[in-house]
């Protein structure tokens, strides 16, 4: 799919400096201050409030392209939810990953229920565009009733034992929701999540990949990947 093209007219700072900033956001368990503070190491002084806009304009169009140029994912999808607390309020972010670990969607919805899950799964069926060979889940009746109505023929294994890897993927959430301090919005949440997670699926390196040299071969590609991404290669 083409890339989206992304316009930085009336913008003080380059491109570059742009999108190293979002990306150093986005890509590592850095606070706004943080990533304030690397950039005037390096003689770029913006402030932290300029980077929160950077990322909320850019981060966006740049995660869209990120996932035009993914490939096809995994057939196996693994479902999980996890509690989030919004303003004092409880929330359940849906997330689906497959046997790779690549994160394919999440949704926060304000239920745990059948209702909730059955969007969970028409949205990966219509965006991805084909029904996997099996979904694996935890024991949350909600996941049966859903797929007995989306795709009753569906493979589906329901085991708390053989969904590590979904349970294993909010882990970096997690980390992020405690730098960031939680979040203030809904909005804020799912908007957050969706570029965070498809810089993670970049820029992960996968289990085939994972020796010294095809690492550091996967990084440069994914470099260039970002640049494209950025409209700045």
Same mark, same amino acid.
């Given at each position: ?25 986005v890509r590592f368990n850095l606070s706004l201050r943080e990533v304030e503070e690397m950039l005037l190491e390096r003689g770029i ?19 869209? /392209? ?70 694996? &889940? ?29 349970? /294993? ?9 405690? #730098?960031?301090?939680?979040?203030? #919005? ?12 498809? #810089?993670?699926n970049c820029f992960s390196v996968p289990a085939r990949r994972r020796t010294a040299m095809t690492s550091r071969y996967h990084h ?9 991404? &950025?409209?700045?290669?």
């Amino acid at each position: 799919m083409p890339i989206l093209s992304i316009s930085y007219k009336r913008h003080r700072f380059p491109p570059q400096i742009i999108s190293h900033a979002v990306w150093l956001y986005v890509r590592f368990n850095l606070s706004l201050r943080e990533v304030e503070e690397m950039l005037l190491e390096r003689g770029i002084d913006v402030s932290y409030e300029t980077i929160r806009r950077w990322a909320a304009k850019f981060g966006p169009q740049i995660a869209r /392209n990120l996932r035009r140029r993914q490939g096809r994912p995994g057939d196996v999808w693994h479902l999980d939810e996890v509690a989030v607390r919004i303003s004092s309020k409880s929330f359940w972010l849906w997330r689906a990953v497959d046997q790779h670990g690549v994160v394919l969607e999440e949704i926060l919805q304000p239920r745990r229920n059948k209702r909730a899950a059955k969007r969970l799964l028409f949205r990966l069926m219509k965006r991805l565009g084909f029904v996997p060979k099996r979904i694996i &889940t935890d024991k949350l009746r909600s996941y049966g009733a859903a797929k007995r109505e989306v795709a009753p023929g569906l493979d589906h294994w329901s085991h708390k034992g053989l969904n590590n890897r979904a349970e /294993n993927s909010h882990l970096p959430f997690r980390k992020r929701e405690r #730098t960031m301090q939680g979040f203030r #919005t809904p909005g804020g949440l799912q908007r957050f999540v969706s570029v965070h997670s498809s #810089t993670r699926n970049c820029f992960s390196v996968p289990a085939r990949r994972r020796t010294a040299m095809t690492s550091r071969y996967h990084h440069l590609e994914v470099f260039d990947a970002w640049k494209a991404a &950025t409209n700045i290669a």
